[in-house]
């Protein structure tokens, strides 16, 4: 089939991107299923093709077939229509947490774009039946926990093709609701699926990728943020300035970490105001400061060949087995193996653990008399004759620290934890959605570490103004922002008080938003010869 026409299961855009899914599992856009009638005939010309091969009582995998090891028992064809039933039925074992609505509508969306290849053997109805999940918001209950990532994510996947049918629960309107309710008060209807539509709808890697693009925004909203608590940590300590300068990362020009400086230079309004020449001033920074554009570059410019890869996962037919209509042939692989999915989130954890450590060790400067220069212990912002008693964010350091052990040892890659199951016929699977969910819980532990630096780094830019060493009218006008906002959203503290529904208020208002600032600016290698 067209693959132009294929992908244009969402109204205006060619390829889904990151962002579509994006779009759609927020509820920003609504699906639109094409009125193409060459479109729409070839997705229905799969669905007949299936149906006269198992008429016809041709062996074709699932169909005619058990599934997996058992794919050696034939269904006589009485009893073909009864097989889907009894797919998503025994898949019907998932545990753990259920994903939220914005993951469970990310994953209904990537298998909707997959199925609309045509490749599958599905209705054009059931495209429809999953665009109206989406646009009804009526959004399976999908537990997290049960899918080891090739035959794709068979039984988590279960839980939308029950739904489809009218069956297990969806999130409606703000509550658990058993589907059948809650399609009925939509003004929908449930769908029986026919022989190889639930095996289509599960033999995917649709959780893993959904997952992925959530991970990956949040990873990158990640990266802009540690540029920025980064910038207001130099400001903070009278740091060195001209370790971002352009002309030393065009002498190794990896664009990641050249954008990573770049952001942190003109948060610093260019090198103007470095303490550079103070007296008492250091040559150099320690590490977690100098170096911080090598370690967030790293994840900037592992989220661009990420992006690929997911973008492919997205836009690509990934069930078993394929349906070729021009050929009349089924055709039998593995593309529903996780493989790039579980690579790319088990660097991306990586990658964001690295930038959970590099921002713990910026809290640590900040916090301990011997490296901030001159600020007070723990940047407590008790009186003199108070500070005795009070102790700031000595509690809040101990728990970043917590964090960030926890997110450094989730970087085990799970993608190295194949173990093979379903009677040795699933001997080499991918661990996909765990990485996946691995990738998510790093980001969350992160994001946390991130929200204990901002406000930290925030009372320490506060401390040094008392001490009559800053002007915020003198700071570039995107750090001065920042450190304007979250003094509103914080209260200064002078004496101790609980701080974690402070923690709570700026992880929430961090995560509502993203920092922007300028690109790199190119720099000539002669240039930075001449420097």
Not at 483 to 491: D, N
Not at 494 to 517: F, K
Request: with cysteine; glycine share 8%; proline share 4%.
């Amino acid at each position: 089939m067209d693959a132009t026409n294929a992908s244009n299961v969402l109204s205006g855009a060619a390829v889904w991107r990151i962002e579509d899914v994006l779009s759609v599992a927020r509820g920003a856009v609504r699906v639109h299923v094409p009125d193409d009638a060459a479109w729409r005939e070839s997705i229905e010309q799969g669905a007949q093709l299936v149906e006269a091969m198992w008429r016809d009582e041709r062996v074709v995998y699932g169909v005619t077939t058990g599934y997996g090891a058992s794919c050696d028992r034939a269904v006589p064809a009485e009893l073909v229509s009864e097989l889907p039933d009894h797919l998503i039925r025994y898949h019907g074992c998932g545990l753990g947490r259920a994903l939220d609505a914005e993951a469970s509508a990310a994953v209904v969306a990537v298998r909707l774009r997959s199925l609309a290849h045509g490749y599958s053997g599905v209705r054009l109805c059931l495209l429809e039946h999953l665009a109206d999940l989406l646009n009804h918001r009526v959004l399976p209950v999908i537990p997290e926990e049960g899918s080891v990532g090739a035959s794709g994510d068979l039984t988590p996947l279960s839980y939308v093709a029950a739904v489809l049918q009218g069956q297990r629960d969806v999130l409606h309107q703000g509550r658990r609701r058993p589907a059948a309710e809650a399609l009925s008060s939509a003004g929908l209807a449930p769908l029986p699926l026919r022989p190889k539509e639930a095996l289509a709808v599960m033999n995917g890697t649709a959780v893993m990728t959904g997952l992925a693009c959530l991970a990956w925004d949040r990873a990158r909203r990640l990266a802009g943020w540690a540029c920025r608590i980064t910038a207001m940590s130099v400001v903070a300590l009278r740091g060195v300035h001209a370790h971002f300068d352009p002309r030393v990362f065009a002498a190794k020009p990896h664009a990641g970490s050249a954008r990573a400086a770049a952001w942190i230079f003109a948060d610093l309004d260019g090198g103007r105001g470095s303490s550079t020449g103070v007296s008492g001033a250091p040559l150099q920074e320690r590490y977690s400061i100098r170096c911080a554009p090598h370690v967030v570059g790293v994840l900037w410019d592992a989220l661009e060949w990420m992006r690929e890869w997911i973008e492919v996962e997205i836009n690509s037919a990934n069930d078993n087995p394929l349906v070729h209509t021009t050929s009349g042939e089924v055709l039998h692989g593995g593309n529903f193996y996780g493989g790039h999915i579980a690579f790319a989130m088990d660097g991306l954890k990586t990658a964001v653990a690295s930038v959970a450590d590099l921002l713990d060790r910026q809290i640590a400067l900040l916090l301990s008399e011997h490296t901030s220069r001159g600020l007070s212990a723990n940047l407590s912002g008790a009186a003199v004759d108070r500070l005795c008693i009070n102790h700031g964010f000595k509690a809040v350091h101990i728990a970043t620290s917590a964090w960030t052990a926890e997110a450094l040892k989730l970087t085990m890659p799970a993608g190295s934890f194949s173990r093979s199951t379903e009677c040795h016929n699933q001997d080499k699977v991918s661990m996909g959605t765990i990485a996946a969910r691995d990738a998510l819980r790093v980001l969350e532990l992160t994001e946390q570490v991130a929200a204990s630096c901002l406000i930290a780094v925030t009372q320490a830019l506060s401390l040094r103004q008392r001490l009559g060493h800053l002007d915020p009218a003198g700071l570039a006008a995107g750090l001065a922002a920042t450190w304007a906002e979250v003094s509103r959203e914080v209260p200064f503290v002078d004496e101790d008080r609980r701080l974690d529904q402070d923690l709570e208020h700026i992880l929430a208002w961090m995560r509502s938003r993203a920092v922007t600032a300028v690109e790199p600016a190119l720099v000539r290698p002669e240039e930075t010869l001449r420097a």
